[in-house]
C-alpha cells in the first residue's frame, strides 16, 4: 500500500488503513484543494518537520470542524523536500506520535493542498504571486530557522544573494527574504487601495521576538529598493502600516527529530511501502512521514489585519503581545531550551547519543534539575496561561526521559553559539537587573558555557577524537581553542578563551563585566585538567 490520493480516499482501502492503524481522513480534500486554490487564507514557508507535525495537522484538524481551507506550503530553501517527500505522495504525509508511555498514534495527514517552491526561477513563483495577491490571503507563516531572517553573515559581512538583491528589486530576487519581500510588494501592487490588503506575516521560528527579526528584514529591502526607486515609494510606508501588516510575535515548542529507521520499520511492517528517509544536498532528513513529540505549544500575538483561521479550535493560544513575550522568555530562556543546550554538550562529552538516555543518568538529571529549577524558574514571569513550574515538570519527567523519541545531543549541538545569548544570555541580564536576585549564585549556568568551550577541543571525556556539530563560528572560534592543549590544567588557556568570554554576541553579556568571566576560566580549567575531569568537575558542582 502506497501514500498517495488513489489508495487513502478509495472505500476499498478503508480497512487496510485501519488493519495498519493509521487514522485516515474523514473529509472531502478535492473540495478543500479547489477552494482553497479559488480563494487561499494560509501560505507557510518552510515544509520540514516541525511545520508538518505540528501546523498541518493542526490545519486538519481545523477543516475537521468544517473549515473549508487548507494550508499552502512554499520551500526556499531545500527544494528536494518537495521533490522527493511531498510531490510524489500528493503532498500527503503520515503523522507518528511518540508517547512517553510507549503507545504509538499513527495519523495520515492531507492538510496542504499545494507544495511550491520559492525559487523566483521557477514557475512556482508565479503561483505564490497570484496566491499573494488574493484578497482571501490573511497569514503568511514561517518556519525557517533564525538564519533565514539574518541578513548579514556571523562576521557582519552582506551575503552575495542579498547585495544583488538590494541592487536589482523585486523582479528576480535570489535570497530567501529578498523572495519573500518582493511577494509582499506584488500584493502592495494589487491590493494597497483595498480593504482586504491586510497581511500578517507570522513567523514560528524557535528565537526571541521572532516577528520583530523578519519585519526588520523585509523592512531592509523594502527601505533599499525606495531608496534606489526600484519600487514604488509607498511600498516602504505599506509595510509598517500595523492595519495592513503585521508582524506578530509568536512561541512555538514542539520536538520533531528527523525521521527515524524504527518509525520506518513501523510504518512498513503495517504494510505501508516507499517510507524511506532521504538526505538531500543540503543535508536534510526527510521522509514521507513525520515522527514527533505529544506534547505542543503555540502561542501567537493576536494581530491579523486581514483576519485569520480559527486555529483556536485546535489548542493554539491567541493572546497579547507581553503575553506572548513572557511564553517565550519562560520556554527559550529558562524551561526548555537551555536544558537541551545542557544536554547537548555534556552528553557529547559524555558519549551519549539519545537525549532519552541522558536523562537515565543521576548526574545529568540531576544538572538540568538544578539549572531549570534552582537558577532559572526564580527569573521567570509567569506568562499566566502556561505553568512555569509545571512547564518544566513535564519537560523533565516526560518530555526529556521519552524512550520512543529519537532525539540526539548532537543534533541540538547544532548552532551553540547562536544559542547561548537566548537560552541563558537574559537569564543573566535577570540577575544583573533585579534587586531580588544575585549573579553569585550561577553556578551551573556557567559551567555549561566551560563545558561548552571543553566540547569545542573535539575531545571526549575519555580523551578520544569526537565530532563537532557545525557552527557558523567555528572557524573564528577554533582560532583561539585549538591553541589549548588538552591535560595541561596549569596552561595558561586565560588569553585564549577570554575573547571568546568578552563576546557579548555568544552569550548576550560580557561574561567579564557580568562577574562571571573568572569563574568559567576555572571550571574550564577543571574540565580539561585529565581523562574523566568532565563526569569528575560536574559532580563537583552538583554536590
Known amino acids: 500500500m502506497q501514500l498517495n490520493n488513489q489508495t487513502l480516499f ?56 468544517g473549515y473549508d481551507r487548507g494550508v499552502i506550503t512554499a520551500e526556499g530553501f531545500d527544494y528536494e523536500i518537495i521533490d522527493k517527500t511531498l510531490e510524489p505522495f500528493d503532498n500527503l504525509l503520515i503523522l507518528v506520535t511518540l508517547k512517553s508511555d510507549g503507545n504509538v498514534d499513527k495519523k495520515a495527514v492531507a492538510s496542504i493542498t499545494e507544495a511550491l517552491k520559492a ?16 484578497p482571501s490571503l490573511q497569514m503568511a507563516s514561517f518556519t525557517i530557522t533564525e538564519k533565514g531572517y539574518s541578513l548579514q553573515t556571523p562576521t557582519g559581512e552582506i551575503p552575495p544573494d ?19 519581500t518582493a511577494l509582499v510588494y506584488e500584493r502592495y501592487k494589487h491590493l494597497a487601495n483595498t480593504a482586504r490588503a491586510g497581511l500578517a506575516l507570522v513567523s514560528m521560528d524557535n528565537c526571541s521576538h521572532n516577528g520583530d527579526k523578519l519585519k526588520a528584514a523585509v523592512n531592509a529591502f523594502a527601505n533599499e529598493w525606495c531608496k534606489r526607486d526600484l519600487v514604488d ?27 527515524h529507521k524504527d518509525v520506518r520499520k513501523m510504518l512498513e511492517d503495517g504494510g505501508l511501502s516507499g517510507m524511506e528517509t532521504i538526505v538531500t544536498s543540503k543535508n536534510t532528513h526527510a521522509a514521507p512521514f513525520v515522527n514527533a513529540e505529544q506534547a505542543e505549544y503555540l502561542v501567537i500575538e493576536d494581530d491579523f489585519p486581514n483576519g485569520r483561521p ?53 548526574d545529568l538529571k540531576k544538572l538540568v534539575e538544578k539549572i531549570g529549577y534552582e537558577e532559572g524558574l526564580p527569573s521567570v514571569i509567569n506568562p499566566g496561561i502556561i505553568s512555569p513550574e509545571k512547564f518544566i515538570d ?83 572560534l577554533m582560532a583561539h581553542i585549538k591553541q589549548i592543549d588538552f591535560c595541561q590544567p596549569k596552561h595558561d588557556y586565560s588569553q585564549n578563551i577570554r575573547p571568546i568570554l568578552e563576546d557579548s554576541r555568544i552569550f548576550g553579556v560580557n561574561l567579564y563585566d557580568a562577574g562571571l568571566g573568572e569563574k568559567v576560566e576555572n571550571m574550564f580549567g577543571e574540565l580539561i585538567a585529565e581523562k574523566g575531569a ?9 554536590n
Open 233 to 259: 515609494k509607498g511600498f516602504a510606508d505599506y509595510i509598517n502600516e500595523p492595519e495592513k501588516v503585521s508582524f506578530p510575535w509568536s512561541m512555538i515548542d514542539k520536538i520533531t527529530p528527523a525521521p
Open 394 to 476: 513535564e519537560v523533565i519527567n516526560v518530555r526529556l526521559p521519552n524512550p520512543f523519541l529519537p532525539d540526539a545531543p548532537q543534533r541540538i549541538a547544532t548552532d551553540t553559539s547562536q544559542k547561548l545569548p537566548i537560552r541563558f544570555g537574559e537569564t543573566i541580564k535577570a540577575y544583573l537587573e533585579r534587586a531580588d536576585l544575585n549573579i553569585e549564585d550561577l553556578k551551573l549556568i556557567p559551567l555549561v558555557f566551560a563545558g561548552w568551550l571543553r566540547y569545542l577541543m573535539g575531545i571526549d571525556d575519555n580523551g578520544n577524537p569526537m565530532e563537532v556539530s557545525p557552527d557558523p563560528l567555528y572557524s573564528s
Open 119 to 134: 525559487d523566483a526561477a521557477h514557475k512556482d513563483f508565479e503561483r505564490l504571486k497570484e496566491i499573494f495577491r488574493a
Open 10 to 65: 478509495f472505500p476499498e482501502n478503508t480497512e487496510k488503513w485501519r488493519k495498519a492503524g493509521i487514522e485516515s481522513v474523514n473529509y472531502n480534500r478535492l473540495s478543500v484543494v479547489e477552494k482553497t486554490k479559488a480563494e487561499p487564507a494560509w501560505v507557510h514557508f518552510g515544509a520540514g518537520n516541525i511545520f508538518r507535525a505540528y501546523l498541518a495537522r493542526a490545519c486538519q484538524e481545523l477543516i475537521e470542524t
Open 534 to 542: 568532565v563526569r569528575k568537575t560536574l559532580r563537583k558542582y552538583l
Open 310 to 362: 480559527p486555529l483556536e479550535k485546535t489548542g493554539i493560544i491567541f493572546t497579547t503581545r507581553e503575553t506572548v513575550d513572557k511564553a517565550e522568555k519562560m520556554k527559550v530562556c529558562t524551561c526548555l531550551n537551555p536544558l537541551h543546550t545542557a544536554l547537548a554538550v555534556f552528553g557529547c562529552l559524555l558519549g551519549f547519543n539519545k537525549i532519552s538516555e541522558e536523562m537515565k543518568d543521576p
Open 162 to 180: 542579498i547585495a544583488y538583491d538590494f541592487a536589482n528589486g523585486a523582479d528576480s530576487p535570489k535570497s530567501y527574504m529578498g523572495r519573500v
